[in-house]
C-alpha cells in the first residue's frame, strides 16, 4: 500500500500510521534494519483524532505530533484536551 498506493519508498527512515474508518484502531508500518515492523493500538472508548477525507494524500507529522495524537490530541486543529471542571473534591 505504501508503494503502490502512496508512490512512497517503504524502506525509507519513516512511520507510516493508518487509521480505521472508526477511528478507534492505528496501525504504524516501518523498516528495521532487517524487516518491518507492524504495530496496533486500539481504543476502547475513544476515537483518534484524524484528518479530514477531504485531505487526501500523505500528511507529514513530527515525532512530537505523533505523541500527541497517540494521547488523543487533535493535531490538526491544534486542540488539546478538554478541560474538567471539578466543583467538590468528594
Not at 22 to 51: I, M, S, T
Not at 67 to 82: S, T
Amino acid at each position: 500500500m505504501v508503494e503502490q498506493d502512496l508512490s512512497l519508498n517503504p524502506f525509507e527512515l519513516a512511520v507510516y500510521v493508518f487509521t480505521n474508518r472508526k477511528h478507534d484502531k492505528l496501525k504504524v508500518l516501518y523498516w528495521h534494519r532487517n524487516g518491518f515492523c507492524l504495530w496496533q493500538k486500539r481504543l476502547e472508548a475513544e476515537k483518534f483524532p484524524w484528518v479530514k477525507p477531504s485531505h487526501h494524500g500523505v500528511q507529514q507529522i513530527t515525532l512530537q505530533q505523533f505523541e500527541w495524537l497517540l494521547e488523543g490530541m487533535d493535531i490538526w486543529r491544534n486542540k488539546p484536551h478538554k478541560t474538567l471542571e471539578f466543583h467538590n473534591v468528594s
